[in-house]
Nanobody
Framework: VQLQASGGGLVQAGDSLRLSCAASGRTISAYVLAWFRQAPGKEREFVARVTRSGSTTSYLDSVKGRFAISRDNAKNTVYLQMNSLKLEDTAVYYC?????????????WGQGTLVTVSS
């Protein structure tokens, strides 16, 4: 599976942004999908996850209520809607796919898209 993330950019605090991650090579319906991020000087961290059917999601505590992950299996795409962005959301965001996603271990990774939140 090849993953291509897009949608990053420079926004102001409080703004919204939607990231997309288009998959190719295989249908994503068999995969658990997730978003991770890595801020400058920090380790990569889990942000959000969605099950194969899209019925169950989970989030990093600091983004709960602000971010929403969704998937469109027909379009082979996963999204991350980010609202009320904060300075601390600045990071490179990566999409990932795995058959199980257990222990936050993902087999396939996108190249990352940079989100910069300014004051």
């Amino acid at each position: 599976v090849q993953l291509q993330a897009s949608g990053g950019g420079l926004v102001q605090a409080g703004d919204s942004l939607r990231l997309s991650c288009a998959a190719s090579g295989r249908t994503i319906s068999a995969y658990v999908l997730a978003w991770f991020r890595q801020a400058p000087g920090k380790e990569r961290e889990f942000v959000a996850r969605v099950t194969r059917s899209g019925s169950t999601t989970s989030y990093l505590d600091s983004v709960k209520g602000r971010f929403a992950i969704s998937r469109d299996n027909a379009k082979n795409t996963v999204y991350l809607q980010m609202n009320s962005l904060k300075l601390e959301d600045t990071a490179v965001y990566y999409c990932a796919a795995d058959l199980t996603g257990m222990n936050s271990r993902y087999t396939y990774w996108g190249q990352g898209t940079l989100v910069t939140v300014s004051s």
